[in-house]
């Protein structure tokens, strides 16, 4: 049932994305590009931004086997079911341990689904890993289900490790997991990760990669505030349109505001909440830092100032899941004691639904939108050895197939 809710909110929020799949940005620029012009093998030991990207490589992979019609589709279909495995995976026994409330399980699932601000990760190839990795990090902090949950513990741990840097973060908090559980199934996902971490770190130091062609960042106070309060706290509590508008980044004490109110529920779980809860803030948060202190957003103007007006940067993503989690747990832990606490963060999750969610539950589709079914008949009828460019979303990526 959670699969089936939460396939059908994702493709509520963009209808176009299945009525009219595209490729995305990387999609077929990088994945689908190298898997046929170069072969299916080669590719997967390419580093891409400095890491090992295996999992779209392998859906690439995947996708020489259909159609080139079909294609878009395939990374869609792909997509959406990595975007809705972690929820799936919330509401089994196996997080029991850390969130006992089947009730609350469920709720978080769905504000999972709903959360606004994710625009940039809803239903793409090239954004999926972002999905994996919160996958990875709950089966790391899951319960030992044993056979066959190892299997798959295993299989999406080891993938995500090899897809994107989120390794070398998940790697320290899988051993701190192991510290104090001493469970021997967690040392076996720990004794991966740092493997995988290790190899990824060789991929980075040896791949010659260099963001030297981008903007400067461009750092402030006031526009990490503006990114921070604006975009993590502001854009969860109030949706994307006042982003979108620029009210927030052009209301500085606002958001400057928004991040104390964002940083107290943060802080207050990272005090008082379980081990859990503070690793996911630790996890969020260090990616955050690391994608502000390298972000990869624009070769103009200063790349900081760029992302205060993107309100559906992936960079958000995890920073939301963690945010809202913080919120739901405060708000479930209902005590004479803490009481006023629990009110207040019935309020901020009140505010995220009725103006995060509701403004934000819509996307629209990615303009000018390419004639894929056009460009794919032409394709299959240029002769042999003939180049052929494709045109992509969003606007400006292009990429060129030498037909076999």
Known sequence: MTAIVGVAIAVARCPSTIRHPELYAEDGLVWFSNAY????????????????????????????????????????????????????????????????SLSVRCVLALTYFLLPNSQEVNANLTNAQWHLALLAFLVVIAEDGGWPWRVFDLFVVALSALTGPFVIVLAPISLVVYLVRQRRWSRVLT??????????????????????HFAPLGVTGPRLFEILGGQVVGGTALGPPATYAGQLPSSPWLCFLLFLAGAAFVLFAIWRGPLELRLLNVFAGVILLSALASPVVSAVGFQWQNLTVDPSARYWFLPTCA?????????????????????????????????????????????????????????THVPSGTSYTFVEVPAGFSFTLTKH
Not at 363 to 379: C, G, I, K, M, V
């Open 37 to 100: 012009n170069s072969g299916p093998w080669r590719p997967l030991l390419w580093a891409h931004t400095g890491y090992l990207q295996t999992f779209p490589r392998l859906v690439a992979d995947l996708g020489l086997l259909v159609p080139i019609r079909r294609l878009p589709l395939l990374f869609v279909v792909v997509a959406v079911v990595v975007q809705v495995l972690p929820a799936c995976f919330l509401v089994t026994r196996r997080l029991e341990n850390v969130i006992p």
């Open 191 to 212: 004794v991966v990760l740092f493997t995988v971490a290790i190899l990824q770190l060789i991929e980075f130091a040896t791949s010659g990669t260099s963001r030297s």
């Open 323 to 379: 945010l809202v989690a913080d919120v739901i747990w405060a708000g479930s832990h209902l005590t004479p004691r803490n009481r006023l606490l629990a009110v207040v963060s019935f309020v901020c999750l009140a505010c995220i639904v009725v103006f995060g969610v509701r403004n934000g539950f819509e996307y629209q589709a990615l303009t000018p939108r390419p004639d894929w079914a056009s460009e794919s008949n032409a394709f």
